[in-house]
């Protein structure tokens, strides 16, 4: 039996949970249904079958919270194969089966989307098991979740009902299905035979290239070229951006899946959820005796069904079938039927080229993270927070000044040809043009206030000389 790969993807657009969820902060990276992370839940449930350390294929952009948030629960180094930008599936998974046969094996792989809900792990380590030998034979598996009701959200997948021939349950596919309206999803339920499509899939690497090959060679032609220009930075495989640019975008289900001969799906109860809208996360989170879900600090009187996600005091007062969801920067409020129309709002955000579309008020980056707590004419105080022994880049502001207040920890400053140490109650100043780097020598959490002044602060007014993020 070949050893188990599993392929965590980490893509996402950050749109159907917002403003929770953003572009540059999507749901995988969130603890919205346990203590765990999305991200972190996934290789938990799977790391008892893995045989090698996980793939994850991942956004430029979110490279150091995915090496961050799965060394934080001790995973082992995982190889993170950078999309210089999204190309659906099919890619995404022909670069992590090219990373998994780089050193000549060829691993089972096992690939499941990084923001999933599975209840329990335990059924779906032992559907993972049941399947492996039909994958070993060269079967390309799906698992299909076995619906409790007529749901339009999913694409659906039929089986052939009267054929087992990979056995231990593993069935041929007779077609994948798009996604139903209420009396089609009705008459699948009442057939049975049709499963929900999870995404989910188990195949050796050799046999998905093999298939993909087949049906769409411009996309392993593609693939190919920017895995095999890919400048490789620690555990980071960067594809090569020119290459991955020309290389068409499909999903794996419209390249390979709904052609081969090969797909078979075996049937699992899993307790399976893809959190796809508020009304989803309210579904799978613990409810009142009124059918209330809430998280954080909320009061809910005479209110029934509905969902409160909270950062403030947040109260409910004779509502029902609502969500409402606080953050620091932006506040939902939708009919529990309507959620899925939050993209419209992500939308309109980005037409208006809006911050709230993509980015928190707090910002992560790989050295920490500040947040624009304040903001006037030709001002912005933000909090910054520093790692233990991260530094920024040495830069320079072409429009602003900036003065510095540390209230906790110490902090290492660089201002031209000055080096020096600033402690708690301190404080320095940087002029426009000024080279200048902020360092945390220390073992805890470095902390300061940065007051930015000038005629434009935005973002983009950074020229760097020096960053050991690869940033210059």
């Given amino acids: 039996m070949s050893k188990l790969q599993p392929v965590l993807l980490s893509g996402g657009s950050g749109t ?5 969820s953003r572009e540059a902060y999507p749901k995988q990276f969130l603890a919205l249904a346990g203590e765990d992370t999305m991200l ?3 290789w938990r449930r799977v790391a008892a079958l893995a045989d090698m350390a996980p793939i994850v294929v991942a956004g430029e952009d979110h490279r150091f919270l995915v090496a961050e948030q799965l060394r ?8 993170i194969v950078l999309e210089p930008l999204g190309r659906n599936t099919a890619p995404a998974i022909a670069a992590a089966a090219m990373q998994a046969m780089r050193d ?3 691993p089972l792989l096992l690939v499941l989307p990084s923001d999933h809900v599975v209840r329990d792990e335990t059924a779906f380590r032992a559907a993972v098991s049941q399947a492996m030998p039909a ?3 060269g079967a390309l598996v799906t698992f299909g979740i076995v619906p409790d009701a007529p749901e339009t959200g999913f694409g659906y997948i039929e089986a052939d009902k009267d054929s087992i021939d990979h056995g231990d349950g593993v069935r041929p ?3 994948f299905v798009e996604k139903p309206d209420a009396a089609t999803a009705q008459a699948y339920v009442d057939a049975g035979g049709y499963y929900w499509n999870s995404g989910m899939f188990l195949f050796l690497a050799s046999r998905y290239l093999e298939e993909l090959q087949r049906f769409r060679p411009d996309i392993v032609t593609g693939v190919r070229a920017a895995f095999d220009a890919a400048q490789r930075d620690g555990d980071f495989i960067r594809l090569d951006k020119d290459a991955f640019v020309a290389c068409p975008s499909d999903s794996i289900d419209y390249a390979v899946m709904e052609k081969t001969g090969m797909a078979s799906v075996l049937p699992v109860d899993i307790g399976w959820n893809d959190v796809g809208s508020w009304s989803a996360l309210w579904d799978v989170s613990e409810q009142d005796a009124d059918g ?4 954080g600090d909320v009061i809910s009187i005479d209110s029934r069904n509905s969902y409160a996600y909270s950062r403030r005091l947040v109260a409910l007062v004779g509502v029902d079938d609502l969500i409402v969801v606080e953050t620091d920067d932006a506040v939902l409020v939708a009919h529990k039927d309507k959620v899925q129309q939050v993209k419209d709002v992500v939308a309109r955000l980005k037409a208006e080229r809006r911050s709230q579309a993509a980015l928190h008020r707090e910002v992560h980056r790989p050295w920490g993270s500040y947040d624009s707590i304040d903001i006037g004419d030709g001002f912005q105080v933000k909090r910054i ?3 233990p022994g991260a530094r920024l880049s040495l830069q320079s502001h072409t429009q602003r000044a900036e003065h510095w207040i540390v209230v906790r920890g110490n902090a290492r400053v660089t201002r031209d040809n000055d080096v020096f140490e600033l402690h708690a109650n301190q404080s320095t100043y940087i002029p426009i043009g000024a080279k200048h780097r902020l360092e945390n020598p220390g073992n805890v959490m470095l902390e300061l206030i940065e007051v930015q002044s000038g005629d434009y602060l935005g973002e983009d007014d950074i020229v760097r000389y020096d960053d050991q993020y690869g940033r210059v």
Avoid: F, M, S
Wanted: zero cysteines; charged letters at 20%; glycine letters at 4%.
């Fill in 16 to 20: 159907r949970l917002w403003p929770l």
């Fill in 385 to 387: 927070k520093v790692k």
């Fill in 72 to 79: 934080q629960i001790d995973a082992p180094t995982p190889a």
């Fill in 173 to 175: 596919v007779l077609r």
């Fill in 104 to 106: 000549g094996e060829d």
């Fill in 135 to 137: 994958a070993q034979a």
């Fill in 292 to 295: 209330n879900a809430h998280h």
């Fill in 40 to 42: 972190q839940a996934t």
